[in-house]
């Protein structure tokens, strides 16, 4: 079976701090795919990053990074300097072992970030 | 800018009535996707379709149909709404299917059941 969790329910950080959500993923196949989705107040849900399991390259963009570590299977994301717009609830995705079905989903992390 | 409309966006119905939601695309992608967000749980596949009346059943089915007459067009109906069913649903597109291949979302409809 494949699941992905999020633990961290809600965070709230100030201006300018750090912040890490985690992701922990299961799953029995030797290919897949990982994905950060965000969502902001006012309910769309905006693609971030996918990362294929056989790339273990961090990566950064900008304020945001990626650490994907298959030895925890965990694929955090870590946004630096925050700022307000950055509030939002982030979901962690995981890419079935199909073609065409579904992204499988954690719980979610909300995010708020005070000025 | 995936190109992906839902409409309504908003819709309040009552216990046992039919509702029908729609997910248009406009760059013709083979593979649509409808998903409910409910609290605590993430976002959940209901129904997708791989082509023109191509569609098969997610993780969530029960109580809902699909259909898929064209390319553009992928219709959610709820043949008889029930509270369970109040949710934002989510329509999602990806060009292939391929396996891993990004799906993009569209806007939301958010609907009560009362």
Wanted: aromatic letters at 12%; charged letters at 20%; a negative charge.
């Amino acid at each position: 079976a494949q699941k992905v969790t999020q633990a961290q329910t809600e965070i709230s950080v100030v201006e300018k701090e750090d912040v890490t959500l985690d992701c922990v993923y299961e799953t029995r196949d030797t290919t897949y795919y990982l994905f950060w989705y965000k969502q902001p107040p006012s309910g769309e849900l905006v693609f971030l990053i996918r990362r294929n399991s056989f790339d273990e390259q961090n990566e950064i963009s900008g304020r945001y990074s990626w650490n994907f570590q298959k030895s925890t299977s965990s694929f955090n994301f870590t946004i630096t300097a925050s700022q307000v717009v950055d509030s939002a609830v982030y979901f962690c995705a995981l890419s079935g072992d199909q073609a065409g079905t579904a992204l499988i989903f954690g719980k979610g992390t909300t995010l708020s970030v005070s000025s | 800018d995936a190109g992906i409309t839902q409409s309504p966006r908003h819709k309040v119905t009552e216990t046992g009535t039919p509702v029908t939601l729609r997910c248009h695309q406009t760059e013709n992608h083979r593979y649509m996707y409808w998903y409910r967000q409910d609290p605590g749980h993430g976002l959940r596949l209901i129904h997708y379709s791989y082509g023109v009346k191509d569609t098969d059943k997610g993780e969530v089915s029960d109580g809902y149909s699909v259909s898929r007459s064209k390319t553009e067009d992928f219709l959610l109906t709820l043949e008889s709404a029930t509270s369970s069913q109040t949710s934002v649903y989510f329509c999602a597109i990806s060009e292939s299917g391929d396996y891993g291949e990004t799906q993009y979302f569209g806007p939301g409809t958010r609907l009560l059941v009362l």
